[in-house]
């Protein structure tokens, strides 16, 4: 019996002719990878995190001493694991912005978007960093989620490309108020032409590269892309060059000190497929007013914004954090979790994300959080908790 046509495309493509025209490469994730700037950072680091198969510094001396020379004057950091998929062809504007809720066609060449993509169901997966080149290349640029399945998934029978460069491009982010200043002595791009979330191809330290003007830290900074062979000598070089300045190589713990206050929400933690940008405070991307994405039909139906649970701040009384997963009741009724915790520097309080009971969420709600077996009373904030309207990043 014929087998279904259908199949034996997917299966078959490059055979027949049709997109995708060629077998991607197999990549196996299991195990643990360096970064092409371990030899410059990783050699100097106390404790590593394992992030989407690469071993990175999860701190390098202190992380609250990194923290506040990101604030400061600036950090450089490994952020290697951050997935580049690239998706390009005729179609690759077409369909990506049937993935996403926002409308990718009203923006420039050269701009970035902060984006979702959803399922058919209304849940999200993942948030990520979208970068257009032109309406036949765009980046998607996410942690290790299922981005890369789902794009495949949606680009068959179309005049597109699917590339991952997880292992081919690695990403170093300089990010901190003295981050242009010193970013534009080794570059031959005019950074002062670069505007908040937009980004620019350039030479860095004379080695070609992509620079976008993004970051997980809501301060003034810079993610740079830069091709494997040439990363290490890349690398280094702005090291020596930054360093001068006071720079530091810092780790993923001072970013995440900076990235809580600033309420930047990390998938596979702070949510997950299980909930809608409606549940996390992204309400905001979904254009009802756009033609056809996946999820438009649960997104813009009036009960999607009124979820039973939402993600919300929390300051807590004392200086003990939080841990993920501890309980957050209300006249001793659990109404929730912590997703995210931390002592803020800047605030000298302890702070948390939670996901919530929508009714529980709203400013100046008294709250309990269980550190263990220690009740710990707080209150529900608004977020960010520091720089609300993110004037440090938009300097």
Same mark, same amino acid.
């Given at each position: 019996?014929?087998?279904?046509?259908?199949?034996?495309?997917?299966? %078959?493509?490059? /055979?027949?002719?049709?997109?995708?025209?060629?077998?991607?490469?197999?990549?196996?994730? &299991?195990?643990?990878?360096?970064?092409?700037? /371990?030899?410059?950072?990783?050699?100097?680091?106390? @404790?590593?995190?394992?992030?989407?198969?690469?071993? &990175?510094?999860?701190?390098?001396? $202190?992380?609250? $001493?990194?923290?506040?020379?990101?604030?400061?004057?600036?950090?450089?950091?490994?952020?290697?694991?951050?997935?580049?998929?690239?998706?390009?062809?005729?179609?690759?504007?077409?369909? #990506?912005?049937?993935?996403?809720?926002?409308?990718?066609?009203?923006?420039?060449?050269?701009?970035?978007?902060?984006?979702?993509?959803?399922?058919?169901?209304?849940?999200?997966?993942?948030?990520?960093?979208?970068?257009?080149?032109?309406?036949?290349?765009?980046?998607?640029?996410?942690?290790?989620?299922?981005?890369?399945?789902?794009? /495949?998934?949606?680009?068959?029978?179309?005049?597109?490309?699917?590339?991952?460069?997880? $292992?081919?491009?690695?990403?170093?982010?300089? +990010?901190?108020?003295?981050?242009?200043?010193?970013?534009?002595?080794?570059?031959?791009?005019?950074?002062?032409?670069?505007?908040?979330?937009?980004?620019?191809?350039?030479?860095?330290?004379?080695?070609?590269?992509?620079?976008?003007?993004?970051?997980?830290?809501?301060?003034?900074? /810079?993610?740079?892309?830069?091709?494997?062979?040439?990363?290490?000598?890349?690398?280094?070089?702005?090291?020596?060059?930054?360093?001068? $300045?006071?720079?530091?190589?810092?780790?993923?713990?001072?970013?995440?000190?900076?990235?809580? =206050?600033?309420?930047?929400?990390? %998938?596979?933690?702070?949510?997950?497929? +299980?909930?809608?940008?409606?549940?996390?405070?992204?309400?905001? #991307?979904?254009?009802?007013?756009?033609?056809?994405?996946?999820?438009?039909?649960?997104?813009?139906?009036?009960? *999607?914004?009124?979820?039973?649970?939402?993600?919300?701040?929390?300051?807590?009384?004392?200086?003990?954090? *939080? %841990?993920?997963?501890?309980?957050?009741?209300?006249?001793?009724?659990?109404?929730?979790?912590?997703?995210?915790?931390?002592?803020?520097?800047?605030? =000298?309080?302890?702070? *948390?994300?939670? #996901?919530?009971?929508?009714?529980?969420?709203?400013?100046?709600?008294?709250?309990?959080?269980?550190?263990?077996?220690?009740?710990?009373?707080?209150?529900?904030?608004?977020?960010?908790?520091?720089?609300? @309207?993110?004037?440090?990043? &938009?300097?």
């Amino acid at each position: 019996m014929r087998k279904d046509p259908t199949v034996e495309r997917h299966e %078959f493509a490059s /055979y027949l002719g049709v997109p995708p025209y060629a077998r991607g490469v197999t990549r196996f994730r &299991k195990g643990l990878k360096h970064t092409a700037f /371990y030899p410059v950072i990783g050699r100097q680091a106390k @404790e590593f995190k394992l992030h989407n198969s690469y071993l &990175k510094p999860d701190q390098i001396t $202190d992380p609250v $001493d990194e923290y506040w020379t990101l604030r400061k004057i600036a950090g450089l950091w490994d952020v290697t694991g951050e997935e580049v998929i690239e998706i390009a062809g005729p179609d690759a504007l077409a369909v #990506m912005n049937e993935l996403i809720p926002r409308d990718l066609a009203r923006a420039k060449d050269g701009q970035c978007l902060y984006a979702v993509m959803c399922y058919d169901y209304g849940g999200i997966v993942e948030d990520a960093v979208l970068i257009r080149f032109s309406p036949e290349k765009i980046w998607w640029v996410g942690g290790p989620g299922h981005s890369e399945q789902w794009i /495949y998934a949606n680009s068959l029978g179309r005049r597109v490309t699917v590339t991952s460069y997880l $292992d081919d491009k690695h990403v170093a982010s300089l +990010q901190g108020p003295k981050s242009r200043e010193i970013l534009q002595r080794v570059t031959d791009a005019d950074l002062s032409r670069v505007p908040f979330y937009h980004s620019v191809e350039a030479r860095v330290c004379g080695v070609p590269t992509v620079i976008s003007r993004t970051g997980f830290t809501a301060e003034l900074g /810079y993610d740079i892309y830069v091709d494997v062979p040439q990363a290490e000598q890349m690398f280094g070089d702005l090291w020596e060059e930054s360093r001068k $300045d006071g720079v530091k190589l810092c780790g993923s713990r001072a970013l995440g000190l900076r990235r809580i =206050e600033a309420a930047i929400i990390n %998938f596979g933690q702070d949510f997950d497929w +299980q909930h809608t940008p409606f549940n996390v405070g992204l309400g905001w #991307m979904v254009n009802a007013n756009k033609g056809f994405f996946h999820g438009r039909e649960v997104l813009t139906d009036p009960v *999607a914004r009124e979820p039973a649970h939402c993600l919300a701040g929390l300051r807590l009384e004392g200086q003990e954090a *939080a %841990f993920i997963g501890d309980a957050v009741l209300v006249d001793g009724k659990a109404v929730g979790q912590v997703t995210s915790a931390s002592i803020s520097p800047s605030l =000298e309080a302890s702070i *948390a994300i939670a #996901m919530l009971d929508r009714r529980a969420t709203t400013p100046g709600q008294r709250v309990t959080v269980r550190l263990g077996e220690k009740p710990v009373a707080g209150e529900v904030v608004p977020m960010p908790f520091f720089d609300p @309207e993110r004037k440090l990043s &938009k300097v």
